[in-house]
Protein backbone atom coordinates (compact mmCIF):
# COMPACT_ATOMS: atom_id res chain seq x y z
CA UNK A 1 0.00 0.00 0.00
CA UNK A 2 1.18 3.67 -1.07
CA UNK A 3 0.34 6.77 0.38
CA UNK A 4 0.61 9.81 -0.93
CA UNK A 5 0.57 13.69 1.15
CA UNK A 6 1.14 17.02 1.03
CA UNK A 7 2.12 17.75 4.61
CA UNK A 8 2.78 21.63 3.36
CA UNK A 9 2.31 23.33 -0.03
CA UNK A 10 2.12 27.08 -0.87
CA UNK A 11 0.98 29.27 -4.27
CA UNK A 12 1.83 32.20 -5.35
CA UNK A 13 0.72 34.68 -7.72
CA UNK A 14 1.62 37.65 -9.36
CA UNK A 15 0.21 39.40 -11.90
CA UNK A 16 0.49 42.81 -14.30
CA UNK A 17 -0.80 44.57 -16.84
CA UNK A 18 -0.33 48.51 -18.79
CA UNK A 19 -1.38 50.00 -21.99
CA UNK A 20 -0.57 52.89 -23.79
CA UNK A 21 -2.50 54.77 -26.31
CA UNK A 22 -1.42 58.01 -28.26
CA UNK A 23 -4.73 59.15 -30.16
CA UNK A 24 -4.06 61.80 -32.59
CA UNK A 25 -6.42 65.19 -33.68
CA UNK A 26 -6.50 66.11 -37.01
CA UNK A 27 -7.48 70.04 -37.82
CA UNK A 28 -10.03 71.34 -39.77
CA UNK A 29 -10.13 74.38 -42.54
CA UNK A 30 -13.80 74.78 -44.07
CA UNK A 31 -14.99 77.90 -45.61
CA UNK A 32 -16.74 78.87 -48.79
CA UNK A 33 -13.51 79.03 -51.17
CA UNK A 34 -10.09 78.11 -49.15
CA UNK A 35 -6.56 79.36 -50.28
CA UNK A 36 -3.39 77.94 -48.74
CA UNK A 37 0.10 79.41 -50.14
CA UNK A 38 3.52 78.82 -48.67
CA UNK A 39 7.09 79.75 -50.00
CA UNK A 40 8.25 76.70 -48.81
CA UNK A 41 6.22 73.56 -47.98
CA UNK A 42 2.53 72.51 -47.20
CA UNK A 43 1.90 69.66 -44.88
CA UNK A 44 -1.34 68.30 -43.97
CA UNK A 45 -1.49 65.07 -41.64
CA UNK A 46 -4.52 63.72 -40.58
CA UNK A 47 -6.88 66.64 -41.21
CA UNK A 48 -9.62 68.18 -43.64
CA UNK A 49 -9.93 71.04 -45.98
CA UNK A 50 -12.91 71.45 -47.27
CA UNK A 51 -14.16 74.46 -49.30
CA UNK A 52 -17.68 74.62 -50.87
CA UNK A 53 -16.61 75.96 -53.71
CA UNK A 54 -12.75 76.09 -55.21
CA UNK A 55 -10.03 74.72 -52.89
CA UNK A 56 -6.10 75.53 -54.13
CA UNK A 57 -3.13 74.72 -52.20
CA UNK A 58 0.41 75.88 -53.47
CA UNK A 59 3.71 75.79 -52.47
CA UNK A 60 6.99 76.68 -53.75
CA UNK A 61 8.69 73.48 -52.86
CA UNK A 62 6.82 70.79 -51.37
CA UNK A 63 3.14 69.81 -50.99
CA UNK A 64 2.83 66.47 -48.47
CA UNK A 65 -0.80 65.33 -47.71
CA UNK A 66 -0.80 62.34 -45.41
CA UNK A 67 -2.34 60.70 -42.04
CA UNK A 68 -1.87 60.96 -38.57
CA UNK A 69 -1.09 57.99 -36.43
CA UNK A 70 -2.32 56.63 -33.33
CA UNK A 71 -0.47 54.05 -31.47
CA UNK A 72 -1.26 51.70 -28.85
CA UNK A 73 0.66 48.99 -26.77
CA UNK A 74 -0.45 46.67 -24.06
CA UNK A 75 1.74 43.94 -21.93
CA UNK A 76 0.25 41.59 -19.32
CA UNK A 77 2.27 39.18 -17.31
CA UNK A 78 1.56 36.41 -14.91
CA UNK A 79 3.52 34.39 -13.17
CA UNK A 80 2.32 31.05 -10.57
CA UNK A 81 4.76 29.48 -7.92
CA UNK A 82 3.82 26.44 -6.87
CA UNK A 83 6.17 24.55 -4.18
CA UNK A 84 5.20 21.97 -1.76
CA UNK A 85 7.02 19.21 0.91
CA UNK A 86 5.35 15.91 0.82
CA UNK A 87 5.66 12.35 2.25
CA UNK A 88 5.59 9.01 0.68
CA UNK A 89 5.94 6.29 3.20
CA UNK A 90 9.09 7.24 4.94
CA UNK A 91 10.14 9.41 2.05
CA UNK A 92 10.24 12.72 2.36
CA UNK A 93 10.40 15.07 -0.74
CA UNK A 94 9.88 18.78 -1.62
CA UNK A 95 9.08 20.19 -5.30
CA UNK A 96 8.50 23.17 -6.66
CA UNK A 97 7.12 24.61 -10.06
CA UNK A 98 6.97 27.98 -12.14
CA UNK A 99 4.41 29.04 -14.79
CA UNK A 100 5.03 32.65 -16.50
CA UNK A 101 2.62 33.89 -19.36
CA UNK A 102 4.10 37.28 -21.29
CA UNK A 103 1.80 38.78 -23.92
CA UNK A 104 2.54 41.80 -25.76
CA UNK A 105 0.64 44.12 -28.18
CA UNK A 106 1.02 46.79 -30.41
CA UNK A 107 -0.60 48.66 -33.34
CA UNK A 108 -0.44 51.91 -35.49
CA UNK A 109 -4.05 52.48 -37.21
CA UNK A 110 -3.51 55.64 -39.97
CA UNK A 111 -6.08 58.46 -40.16
CA UNK A 112 -6.97 59.76 -43.40
CA UNK A 113 -6.40 63.65 -44.71
CA UNK A 114 -9.61 64.83 -46.82
CA UNK A 115 -7.95 67.76 -49.05
CA UNK A 116 -11.80 68.60 -51.43
CA UNK A 117 -14.09 70.85 -52.90
CA UNK A 118 -18.16 70.44 -52.37
CA UNK A 119 -19.46 72.14 -55.35
CA UNK A 120 -15.92 73.52 -56.93
CA UNK A 121 -12.61 73.15 -58.30
CA UNK A 122 -9.06 71.42 -56.07
CA UNK A 123 -6.04 72.52 -57.46
CA UNK A 124 -2.86 71.57 -55.58
CA UNK A 125 0.35 72.70 -57.04
CA UNK A 126 4.21 71.69 -55.96
CA UNK A 127 7.26 73.10 -57.08
CA UNK A 128 9.07 70.50 -56.20
CA UNK A 129 7.55 66.85 -55.04
CA UNK A 130 3.52 66.27 -54.61
CA UNK A 131 2.89 63.46 -52.47
CA UNK A 132 -0.42 61.97 -51.24
CA UNK A 133 -0.21 58.99 -48.15
CA UNK A 134 -3.27 57.21 -47.95
CA UNK A 135 -5.77 60.47 -48.02
CA UNK A 136 -8.47 61.38 -50.37
CA UNK A 137 -9.03 64.06 -52.51
CA UNK A 138 -12.70 65.29 -53.37
CA UNK A 139 -13.68 67.71 -56.33
CA UNK A 140 -17.13 68.25 -57.37
CA UNK A 141 -15.75 69.84 -60.85
CA UNK A 142 -11.92 69.57 -61.70
CA UNK A 143 -9.02 68.12 -59.62
CA UNK A 144 -5.41 69.57 -60.86
CA UNK A 145 -2.61 67.90 -59.20
CA UNK A 146 1.06 69.36 -60.12
CA UNK A 147 4.55 68.75 -59.44
CA UNK A 148 7.89 68.14 -60.44
CA UNK A 149 7.23 64.87 -58.74
CA UNK A 150 3.93 63.30 -58.13
CA UNK A 151 2.93 59.79 -55.58
CA UNK A 152 -0.39 58.82 -54.47
CA UNK A 153 0.16 55.86 -52.05
CA UNK A 154 -0.81 53.58 -49.48
CA UNK A 155 -0.83 54.20 -45.91
CA UNK A 156 -0.24 50.70 -43.53
CA UNK A 157 -1.60 50.06 -40.79
CA UNK A 158 0.17 47.32 -39.00
CA UNK A 159 -0.72 45.13 -35.65
CA UNK A 160 1.60 42.83 -33.97
CA UNK A 161 0.73 40.04 -30.78
CA UNK A 162 3.09 37.88 -29.06
CA UNK A 163 2.78 35.26 -26.39
CA UNK A 164 5.81 33.87 -24.03
CA UNK A 165 5.23 31.12 -21.89
CA UNK A 166 7.82 29.71 -19.45
CA UNK A 167 7.52 26.11 -17.09
Do not use: C, F, P, W
Request: charge should be negative; hydrophobic fraction near 30%; avoid cysteine.
Amino acid sequence: QHSHSNAVSGKEVTSSRASTATLAQGSMVSADAVTIASGRDINVNGSTIVGTNDVALSAAHDVSIGTSQDTMTSSSSYQEKRSGLGTSGLTVTYGSNNHATTDQASSVTNNASTVGSLAGNLSIQAGTTLHVTGSDLLAAKDLVGLGANVTIDAAKDTAQRSRTETS
